[in-house]
């Protein structure tokens, strides 16, 4: 009778929990679906596709039965899916660049980040955006936002910012995979050069590939392995956040709560860069994870989307654009400036 009544506890159990958050849960399922078919069929990034169809569900976020599945997708399912993204990193890719463009790479994001911080103050606004947008433009685009912005402390703009940065980040991504090989072929870059610069420069990764290969497949390899360099500064930025920051309160928490020493995610991610690293992740397994990953990423963004309304992220203001342009511009010139330097051009 135990064992029966055990199992008949177990299944009601997860009946509950199906119920809880299963209707939200296929609904940002369903619109990431919707994101990446209008992605495939229209050639729309899809992330920015997820941003949109989810700000226009906005109102399965306010109250019903998806309300708690959504609050998981924006914040475990979005984490699952930065903490996969380690599968793509490996010390093989930190060797194949050399020293001396990887130390253009690292100093790029930290100047980046720095001149975000300065940026905000002359223009009026908070440090929470200018860490948020600056890492974002620095790393790699809407991944680094979603990751940032689950150890920046909390307030009442911490999801306006969010989806105002994923969105900004996400266009200027998409302009600077049509404007950027113009500008290399203006300046007469080689593959190898047109390479570096797209990799150090454009946000998002898909952009990256597609700006690289439209010049040729070795600015569009060179392209993509300079770019996941960038991606392998994710966690060590995301950790060093997040240890600077965690004794800084948040709105809704309890008192003498902190956040942990290190999100679990920066573990997961540098856990699976190092099995990566060492040869112990199967070419398939990979190949599932990162898939995983993506649909994670699409759904969590929705879920981002559907909790925070359009009038709230129109709220945010000219000044803020300025600062995530002044950030993409910032970025871009310190790693011409770089290249130069290193004999890239």
Same mark, same amino acid.
């Given at each position: ?7 008949? /506890?177990?299944?009601?159990? =997860?009946?509950?929990? @199906? ?5 939200? *849960? +296929? &609904?940002? %399922?369903? !619109? $990431? ?54 599968? /793509?990193?490996?010390?093989? =890719?930190?060797?194949? @660049? ?5 130390? *253009? +790479? &690292?100093? %790029?994001? !930290? $100047? ?59 266009? =200027? ?173």
């Amino acid at each position: 009778m135990d064992a029966i009544s055990k199992t008949e /506890r177990r299944k009601q159990s =997860l009946s509950a929990v @199906l119920s809880t958050y299963g209707p939200g *849960l +296929l &609904v940002t %399922a369903a !619109v $990431a679906m919707a994101a990446q078919f209008l992605s495939e069929h229209y050639g729309a990034p899809a992330m920015l596709m997820a941003l949109l169809l989810g700000i226009a569900f906005h109102f399965l976020a306010e109250e019903g039965r998806c309300v708690a599945g959504i609050e998981l997708s924006a914040k475990l399912v979005l984490r699952i899916g930065v903490a996969l993204l380690g599968m /793509r990193i490996s010390v093989e =890719l930190l060797i194949g @660049l050399g020293a001396g463009t990887i130390l *253009l +790479l &690292v100093s %790029a994001i !930290v $100047a980046t980040i720095l001149f975000g911080l300065l940026a905000a103050r002359l223009l009026g606004r908070g440090w929470r955006l200018a860490l948020l947008t600056s890492g974002a433009v620095a790393i790699c685009g809407a991944s680094a936002a979603m990751a940032i912005a689950a150890v920046l402390p909390r307030n009442e703009f911490s999801e306006r910012n969010l989806i105002f940065t994923v969105l900004s980040v996400t266009v =200027l991504s998409t302009l600077a995979m049509i404007g950027y090989p113009i500008v290399a072929e203006y300046l007469g870059l080689d593959a190898q050069a047109t390479g570096i610069f797209f990799g150090g420069t454009i946000h998002d990764v898909a952009q990256v590939v597609g700006a690289g290969f439209s010049v040729s497949p070795e600015a569009g390899e060179t392209a993509t392995l300079v770019k996941l360099i960038r991606v392998t500064m994710l966690a060590p930025v995301v950790l060093i956040f997040s240890l600077v920051l965690r004794s800084v309160p948040q709105e809704g928490a309890s008192i003498g709560k902190r956040a942990p020493l290190v999100p679990g995610f920066v573990l997961a991610f540098l856990a699976l860069a190092g099995f990566n690293s060492a040869g112990l992740v199967p070419a398939l397994a990979s190949e599932v994870g990162m898939e995983i990953s993506r649909w994670a990423l699409l759904a969590g963004i929705v879920a981002v989307g559907m909790k925070t309304s359009l009038r709230r992220v129109l709220e945010v203001g000219g000044d803020a654009v300025a600062l995530v342009v002044a950030e993409t511009l910032f970025i871009a010139v310190f790693i011409l400036a770089g290249m130069y330097y290193l004999g890239h051009s």
